[in-house]
T-cell receptor, first 112, second 116 residues
């Protein structure tokens, strides 16, 4: 089946630092999504990317849809304690619209 | 947007029993899905809940183990049948509201199931 390789698995950073995480796939996808999951909650959509090469920002978050349509990255600038959580990339596309395939997740810890 | 509630929020069950999880949305939605998140793992799609017809299951998931109902556009249930400790997971309901390819997929808070 479809597989996404997300890295790093975990990150421990100081408040104020920038963070970068990425996802790669051997298959082409039409949509790349980035979600954040807080403890005890369901994932919440951060950024959606629909076009190869697209660069989209949401506050301190920036994500890009790779030109090959096989990868994406998410950057968080000037991290704050509430950025703590698990970040997932996800894809959907073609006939599988609405059915998401998730990466393994990146656990982010921010030290004040 | 869509606000999703799930019941129960958590449960501890004995092996061999069954648990039905409810998903309620505050508005009519086009598509509803059920995902499983095993401890420390990512989310895996179980099935698409189809209104008025049988759910569409992903590879590795079967109706006898995970029967699903969707009687209307705002409600669905997932039953975890004949449970074993391997079924201990978070089960999440997810919806898409309009069917547009740019539509956001929303997730419920999840039901945390522990099977002893």
């Amino acid at each position: 089946g479809q597989q996404l390789n997300q890295s790093p698995q975990s990150m421990f950073i100081q408040e104020g630092e920038d963070v970068s995480m990425n996802c790669t796939s051997s298959s082409i996808f039409n949509t790349w999504l980035w979600y954040k999951q807080d403890p005890g909650e369901g994932p919440v959509l951060l950024i959606a990317l629909y076009k190869a090469g697209e660069l989209t920002s949401n506050g301190r978050l920036t994500a890009q849809f790779g030109i090959t349509r096989k990868d994406s990255f998410l950057n968080i600038s000037a991290s704050i304690p509430s950025d703590v959580g698990i970040y997932f990339c996800a894809v959907t596309g073609g006939t599988s619209y609405g059915k998401l395939t998730f990466g393994q997740g990146t656990i982010l810890t921010v030290h004040p | 947007s869509a606000v999703i509630s799930q019941k129960p929020s958590r449960d501890i069950c004995q092996r061999g029993t069954s648990l039905t999880i409810q998903c309620q949305v505050d508005s009519q939605v086009t598509m509803m899905f059920w995902y499983r998140q095993q401890p420390g793992q990512s989310l895996t799609l179980i099935a698409t809940a189809n209104q008025g017809s049988e759910a569409t299951y992903e590879s590795g998931f079967v109706i006898d183990k995970f029967p699903i109902s969707r009687p209307n556009l705002t409600f669905s249930t997932l039953t975890v049948s004949n449970m074993s400790p391997e079924d201990s997971s978070i089960y999440l309901c997810s919806v898409v509201t309009s069917g547009s390819i740019t539509d956001t997929q929303y997730f419920g808070p999840g039901t945390r199931l522990t099977v002893l």
